[in-house]
């Protein structure tokens, strides 16, 4: 009851402070308006739930693997750091695991996205190529895909296309190696090739399987500011 309560308190305070958007505040009055800003509210509130459960998830996996102090498991503790967006805290695993087990790629290939996600990008570029040589397959290839952000990252736009070249001989071209390729071409200077490269993800994403095209469209929007020259 009374988080009933809370909640349509939240929701007059919410109604009374879009009213006073200028330009929009007019859909908020009256009956319509009350109903907007509750459904917005609601949704909202379960956005934050989900997030904080997933993170309250994540910390329960990493206790757990807290509680075992060798290679494999740092590996493991600082994948789920890494994966949660904690690229800092993920690195003293992934440095431990790394040196562990030497000749285990998949260490390299998160140590090396870590190091990129710092702005380290020589190091990345270091580590993703020891991936790569470990295993080519690393990720389904997202090592190539990685290393081309990497050496694109450190103004090696040649070595990024090399990369690419080799995911795309093993596999099909995507949406992300398409647009990484327009990157690459835009940074060498030639214009109209990457603009071109940048209009066909659309199309790679219009390809795709349907459950596997929300994850691509990230890509699609990447790229048409690629067209307008806003990519980075």
């Given at each position: 009851m009374l988080r009933l309560l809370a909640f349509?308190?939240?929701?007059?305070?919410?109604?009374?402070?879009?009213?006073?958007?200028?330009?929009?505040?007019?859909?908020?009055?009256?009956?319509?308006?009350?109903?907007?800003?509750?459904?917005?509210?609601a949704w909202g509130l379960s956005v934050l739930s989900a997030r904080w459960e997933s993170r309250r998830r994540l910390k329960r996996q990493i206790d757990a693997l807290g509680q075992v102090d060798n290679p494999h498991v740092r590996g493991?503790?600082?994948a789920l750091r890494l994966a949660s967006g904690d690229a800092r805290g993920a690195l003293?695993?992934?440095?431990?695991?790394?040196?562990?087990?030497?000749?285990?790629?998949?260490?390299?290939?998160?140590?090396g996205l870590?190091?990129?996600?710092?702005?380290?990008?020589?190091?990345?570029?270091a580590e993703l190529?020891?991936?790569?040589?470990?295993?080519?397959?690393?990720a389904y290839g997202g090592v190539q895909l990685a290393?081309?952000?990497?050496?694109?990252?450190?103004?090696?736009?040649?070595?990024a296309l090399d990369a690419l070249e080799r995911f795309e001989?093993?596999?099909?071209?995507?949406?992300?190696?398409?647009?990484?390729?327009g990157l690459v071409l835009a940074r060498?200077?030639?214009?109209?090739?990457?603009?071109?490269?940048?209009?066909?993800?659309?199309?790679?994403?219009?390809?795709?399987?349907q459950f596997q095209r929300k994850a691509q469209r990230p890509w699609m929007w990447r790229a048409w500011l690629g067209r307008l020259g806003l990519a980075r």
């Open positions: 349509f308190v939240g929701v007059f305070f919410a109604l009374r402070v879009l009213q006073l958007v200028p330009g929009v505040g007019w859909l908020f009055h009256g009956f319509f308006g009350f109903w907007l800003t509750a459904i917005g509210l493991k503790r600082g003293p695993d992934l440095e431990a695991a790394a040196a562990g087990e030497h000749d285990v790629a998949e260490w390299a290939y998160r140590l870590a190091r990129l996600a710092l702005g380290d990008a020589r190091a990345a570029a190529a020891r991936a790569e040589q470990l295993d080519a397959d690393c290393l081309a952000r990497a050496e694109l990252a450190r103004g090696e736009p040649r070595r001989r093993a596999r099909d071209q995507t949406a992300e190696s398409a647009y990484l390729r060498t200077g030639r214009g109209p090739e990457a603009r071109a490269q940048f209009a066909s993800v659309a199309a790679i994403v219009a390809r795709t399987p």
